[in-house]
């Protein structure tokens, strides 16, 4: 059978199908010796993939193996779990996995780390409770259990640096370690101790430090030494170092590290060898937005690097003149990287840079013709490969327009001129997109063009159309020609598109034609329908179809059959199918009940939850008197996979820091690189003299004098196109109403806490101005005085103390309620001007401390967090503490992978000034969902020079979960609609007497809304915004509290379970 098994394997790899061996390469796992076993299990890893049905026939082996004493055994399960298993399966072997984290077996904990490494990846919170684990695994006296811990820490610090900074002081101890050699020689690569742990370690670092000075310090004297040690004129070295800097660049800088480090770049950059140039290149990429005069001081290299030989130089010098484009230089590097797109047929590289091109003529164009011209071009070699947001982006710029109306006139007036010209010469073949664009400019804004007769356009657009084009360009220059001829009172040129096109064999094409023919006929009527520059006005649609509640109506009364929703559809049709029943014949709450305990007993549903029945037909509520006697019988296994065992037993690991070996002298050891400099050049030929005049106008702008412009930072220059914004115009009478009737300050503690809450956005508003005086500076981070009423209704409509119990709404969030009163107002009068204040309708809504978040000598940034029934809102309040007016005052937030800004993820203050406060509001939304994640964001103001103030906010799930109130039949029906679910016992306390205490304290911890208790049994309901459900069906039985989550999405009630075991566990 062993045999057999290798000849499928190689089978496999050829392409051919071997389903019919599957089954005998898990029994060979199962039923062979050690050496079967082994081509059994890899057999095994190859054929079937996480969600493989026969996956579910090797979980009793692999926990077999695991509680093997034979140290094989032990790692062939580890590896296949690590490999294969679903998020399903992980219950099955986690206690197994974390058992083995104890092992006297180097090879078996490392291994056991490495699986609990792929269960974070696709369950993080089936593992959130071994975090402690985790550091025992990372201060492992074996140094391959500590290096597979790094992976996982990796992860958590991308998720949550915040949150790991107290290791800071481990890994640093870590890296002196490797780079002073102490580790085995088995880790050297090259002479070099362990060069992949270091580039690991230095990536974390790197994520830990940035913009925290305290973090930072504890590694400069490592960083230091790990530029010193790389001495040996390997790769290995070279990728060090490139690591090295990149770390460098992003904690907290230090001048001393910045020069080496630019010493280090210079030195790559400057070299023959084509590997170590591109290293320099991607690092003067990375760095030069931090230090834009690195890249004048290897401007000749750069402009050498544009006709270097190697496609990819060109390519990452071109991404790095795209770094360093601003208002003054764009016309230049514009062009280049057209020259570049002409010579590239790959097409990454074209689709990539043709956006960025797109995007730097929108930013720093300097005339409305050029910017046409540019994207003329882009439209032309980007062809119809391009990302089809370019050419949307840019109609909806026409369309929308700017702030100045002269602009938008003289803008659209070009692109007529331009596209009229391109279409006059008949042998030019444009890209299908490009076509699109013109003809819907020309459709648009032709009638800008007094002295241009229309037919003259219709003969354009009827010539194009004649040519190789598809059947969606034919349709773009067919909407064209419609509204160009609504100008028209006679037109022999759509006489002639009828008469062609009328008997065209594209049904599409004969449609458009019939309706531009009535239309024609009837000038009135295709006047009214075709106004004048109408694109960007709204167009109200009926989501809901209620002009077709008439024709439903009459349909029921004939007898027409009433509609059924999609997911009622399913039920019937998975009730009329023959398929395997997936449904449990036990009960899966608890390990000790008898069917009897259950007979008859019905949920306030009317579904008998409390059998186990997972609700995916309208039959499963009938079930249940007729069951099996299953007395005795432990329930292992239900629909969704392995259903988890309770674990009592909680292990608390103490924080183990790893332990110094020793200290070794270090030696200053300069790097062996090229050190040949630019500036030794004795002469200028015609050509340099040629690559000096381009570098005067590539580099320009970028002198520590002039005006920095940066690409993905704040530009002191205006935008030449400043889009118009609907909802500006909508609310700009909000804006100047809720500048009014101050209300309480709120406390101003000096430490910020670790456990903050996500916002929503709102859009930004300019809220208010205060003067301070010197005096009252100091007292900012004083808590003030404050008189509340003594209760308030809440979101929930119940009333709430205005210092709430730990059980409040908010309570794990560490903040308090500030509700709004009556009463309120007559103390306000009474508060320092100088403290920052909610307006008065943000006032009546939950919200936290005013708090400060970050500062330096001249600046100020506190927030306040508002939780509001539909979203979170976030105010930032603004203090300029110097006796100097800050202009230009720009604050941006930087792109979050989970979260999503509505509306302009930043905001503009023309001048704050002195000693005053200005204050703005925004919101988020979550798009992915996670337990936590964290908003960053930079603050750049001008004072006597350029300044920048940067800042982090944490934000957790629960700040975005709200009550769902509904009723008991609304809940049954919704529990039908929707097929995640994670079910867990959980063990009670003496304190947690019955079901309602349990529920009232996850009403108040987790924002349930409480459905209905009957007996033991409850439901309760809540959403996270904006309009996710989740329902919960919980049980009390032995002691034991066994819950149900379900919800449509996948993700949310695993993390609502752990929220869940939280609270549980700390009342």
Partial sequence: MKECMVRLIYCEMLGYEASFGYIHAIKLAQQGNLFEKRVGYLAVSLFLHENHELLLLLVNT???????????????????ASQIFPREMIPAVLPLVEDKLQHSKEIIRRKAVQALFKFYLIAPNQVQHIHGKFQKALCDRDVGVMAASLHIYLQLVKEDASGHKDLTGSFVAILKQVVGGKLPVDFNYHSVPAPWLQIQLLRILGLLGKDDPRTSELMYDVLDESLRRAEINHNITYAILFECVQTIYTIYPKSDLLEKAAKCIGKFVLSPKINLKYLGLKALTYVVQQDPTLALQHQMTIIECLDHPDPIIKRETV?????????????????????YLTQTKEEYTIINIVGKIAELAEKYAPDSEWFIQTMNAVFSIGGDKMHPDIPNSFLRLLAEGFEDEKEDSQLRLHAVQSYLKLLENENVVYPQKF?????????????????????????????????????????????????????????????????????????CMRQYVYELKHLYEDKELMKKLFPVDASYEDIVVDASLSFLDGFVAEGLDHGAAPYKPRHQRQEEKLSQEKALNFEPYGLSLSQTFSASTFTGRQSPTGLSLGSDISGNSAETGQKGTNSLKLEGVKKLWGKEGYLPQNESQVENEE???????????????????????????????????????????????????????????????????????????????????SIQSPVTPSHLPDTLSKNKEPFQNNGHHGIRKTSLCSAETSELKVASDRSLSATEAGPDGKLL???????S????????????????????????????????????????????????????????????DDCVSLFLFLSNKSSSVLRDVNLEFEHTEHLKIIESPGCHFAKIDAESIESFQICVEMEDLCSSVMVSGYIVYHLESEGCLRFSVPLVLLDFIRPMKMTTDEFGKMWLAVSNDVKQNVKMTSSQRSLSVVLNTLQQKLKLHIVDIIGN???????????????????????????????????????????????????
């Fill in 62 to 80: 692999v926990v077999k193996d695991l509680q093997s004493t034979n140290l094989m055994e032990v790692c062939m399960a580890l590896t296949v």
């Fill in 319 to 339: 991404e790095l003149l795209y770094r360093i484009t601003n208002g003054q230089n764009v016309r230049v590097i514009v062009q280049k990287m057209l020259d």
């Fill in 435 to 507: 076509v699109q664009v013109m003809s819907w400019v020309l459709g648009e804004y032709s009638c800008l063009m007094k002295n241009v007769d229309p037919e003259v356009v219709l003969a354009s657009l009827h010539r194009i159309m004649k040519r190789n084009t598809t059947s969606e360009t034919k349709a773009w220059i067919m909407a064209a020609v419609t509204k160009v001829a609504s100008h028209t009172t006679c037109s022999k040129t759509v006489d002639k598109l009828i008469m062609e096109f009328g008997t065209s064999l594209d049904t």
């Fill in 655 to 737: 924080n183990i820091k790893p332990v110094l070996l020793g200290s070794s002298v270090m030696e200053n050891i300069v790097c062996n690189f090229p050190s040949h400099s630019e500036q030794e050049i004795p002469g200028l030929s015609e050509g340099e003299e040629v690559k000096q005049q381009l570098a005067s106008t590539l580099f320009v702008g970028l002198s520590a004098q002039g005006s920095i412009s940066l690409m993905g930072r704040s530009d002191a220059t205006t935008q030449k196109f400043t889009r118009k914004s609907k909802i500006s115009e909508g609310k700009a009478s909000e804006g100047s109403s």
């Fill in 801 to 807: 103390s205005h210092r709430p119990s730990q059980s």
């Fill in 809 to 868: 709404l908010f309570a794990d969030c560490n903040m308090e309620f500030f509700p709004h009163s009556s009463s309120t107002q007559t103390v306000v009068h009474k508060q320092h001007t100088s403290m920052p204040y909610l307006p008065e309708e943000a006032a009546k809504h939950p919200h936290s401390e005013i708090i400060e978040l970050c500062s330096n000598e001249t600046l100020v940034l506190y927030f306040c967090k508002i939780w509001k």
């Fill in 1017 to 1067: 049994e409850g439901i309760a309901s809540c959403q996270m915004l904006p309009s996710v459900p989740c329902l919960l069906h919980c049980r009390i039985h032995a002691g034991m509290l066994a819950l149900w989550f379900r919800s449509p999405c996948s993700a949310l009630p695993d993390c609502l379970l752990y929220q869940c075991q939280k609270v549980m566990e700390e009342s």
